[in-house]
């Protein structure tokens, strides 16, 4: 298929899931089959275009979500849509996780904020097939209580047997009973020998740069810390060159990438 073409897709549903995030459950005709980490280019009629992570399971044929933050001109238009209207997709490009290589390992995956919109689609295809891991422990922090994404789904996820579930907020209020304190803070007490599994990240880039530190410092090995590197991607396909890091592009050699690969770049979570 050309990387330029799009193809439509109808809006089937809007879920508010925080004041700034909302959920858009899509209709691509024709079908969009994808691996999860990889990305769709979304585009705002007369507005622009830009990337955004699938977040449902790709193992969903009928349906795509994408959960967006509203930050910019694209999101705010975005945001203005509605069940029955348009959008146009193209896609999918990148370097999906390797899942293949989490077999028989203990999977850890951390999300900040908006972050967990690609980790969840990581964790419904681990689901998809969940006795085939030691166990899979998700940890997600969020600024406030008001800010947790898919806070609807968390207790459901938590029944799951061989999935660990953790959760903290950055400032607790009264009706908070979980963890309070930055996600790093989930890292404490963890309940497997780092050389038995494997992290994979994705948040904001301060959250992502200490993520990465915590996890060296308690012994995961660089080549198994996996980071969800989706900055400033423009084209898709290492043709704009806006998305460089070092010698990589994030949209063509990523966004999934080791921390061994970007480890020498002073500037990787800039």
């Not at 073409?5 to 994808?34: H, M, W």
């Not at 999977?107 to 030691?134: D, E, M, Q, T, W």
């Not at 009264?174 to 404490?188: I, R």
């Not at 959250?207 to 400033?232: H, Q, V």
């Amino acid at each position: 298929m050309n990387p330029y073409e799009s193809r439509q897709a109808n809006i089937k549903e809007v879920i508010v899931e925080t004041p700034t995030i909302r959920t858009f459950v899509l209709e691509p005709k024709p079908a969009l089959s994808f691996h999860a980490g990889q990305f769709i280019e979304l585009t705002a009629p007369g507005v622009g275009e830009a990337p955004f992570t699938p977040s449902s399971s790709p193992y969903e044929e009928e349906s795509l979500e994408v959960t967006i933050m509203k930050v910019g001109r694209v999101t705010s238009k975005l945001f203005d849509l509605r069940p029955g209207d348009t959008l146009a997709i193209r896609g999918p490009y990148g370097v999906p996780y390797d899942i293949d290589r989490y077999d028989g390992r203990h999977v850890l995956i951390v999300g900040g904020g908006v972050g967990l919109a690609p980790l969840r689609s990581l964790f419904l295809a681990l689901l998809h097939n969940v006795s085939a891991y030691k166990k899979i422990h998700l940890y997600y922090g969020a600024r406030t209580s008001r800010d947790v994404v898919y806070d609807r789904m968390f207790k459901e996820w938590d029944k799951i047997k061989n999935v660990e579930i953790r959760r903290s907020v950055d400032v607790g209020d009264k009706n908070w009973k979980e963890k309070v304190g930055v996600v790093t803070v989930l890292l404490d007490g963890l309940p497997f020998k780092p050389k038995d599994g494997l992290a994979v990240a994705c948040g904001p880039p301060i959250m992502m740069k200490f993520t990465t530190k915590r996890l060296l410092e308690l012994g995961f090995a660089d080549e198994d810390i996996y980071l969800s590197m989706e900055k400033n991607m423009s084209c898709g396909f290492g043709k704009c060159g806006h998305c460089r890091l070092g010698e990589l592009f994030c949209c063509k050699d990523g966004p999934v990438i080791t921390w061994d690969r970007i480890k020498h770049l002073e500037d990787a979570f800039v």
